[in-house]
């Protein structure tokens, strides 16, 4: 979502969208390390706060789809994406797959259908 004027569409599959975040067995992968570049590579912490008209009418252009299974780890923070996607005008499809589908198994099966 950093350069959205060069996608049509963003497919994220039981996304992790900020390593930060300590979840299960799932820890903060920067070690608490944090700076500019961590906080615009990591999309639920910046998306909040994006004002600039070009980038959210670009973003708005492309075709997003976040698929989660419904006991991922990821799944909050995938339904934090998606609203804050909402609270900035930006369409977004959600899709909740059974069980956790946080597998490879799940994502073979997810790939063909929303890419």
Excluded: C
């Excluded at 959205?4 to 067995?25: C, E, H, Q």
């Amino acid at each position: 979502m950093k350069y959205p004027w060069l996608f049509k569409k963003a497919v994220g599959i039981s996304g992790r969208y900020d390593l930060t975040d300590n979840i299960g067995d799932f820890k903060d992968l920067l070690s608490g390390f944090h700076n500019e570049e961590v906080y615009f590579n990591m999309p639920a912490q910046y998306i909040a706060n994006l004002s600039d008209d070009r980038l959210l009418t670009a973003v708005r252009n492309m075709e997003i789809i976040l698929a989660v299974g419904e006991t991922d780890p990821f799944l909050n923070g995938n339904q934090h994406l998606s609203s804050l996607l909402w609270e900035k005008g930006i369409p977004n499809q959600f899709h909740t797959w059974e069980s956790n589908a946080h597998r490879p198994h799940y994502w073979r099966k997810m790939a063909p259908i929303y890419i």
